[in-house]
């Protein structure tokens, strides 16, 4: 007799639908990495302009 408690055939629409997820996951977890690398190179830009306004303002400062 067919028990489908004991059934471990997974079909096709079972197959995909697993396979999509683990794609979702990982597409979410690449881009999560590529967002939280580029906010880490924002930063870095933003404290070098910072540091060159800062030198070029006391530079400035030294000129009457």
Do not use: K, N, Y
């Not at 096709?12 to 977890?29: D, F, K, N, Y």
């Not at 306004?53 to 530079?59: N, V």
Request: hydrophobic share 50%.
């Amino acid at each position: 007799m067919h028990d489908p408690i004991r059934d471990e055939q997974g079909g096709p629409l079972v197959e995909e639908s697993l396979l999509l997820g683990i794609a979702v996951v990982t597409v979410s977890i690449v881009i999560a990495v590529i967002l939280q690398a580029t906010g880490w190179a924002q930063d870095v830009v933003a404290g070098l302009f910072q540091i060159l306004e800062d030198s070029w303002s006391s530079f400035t400062s030294l000129f009457p």
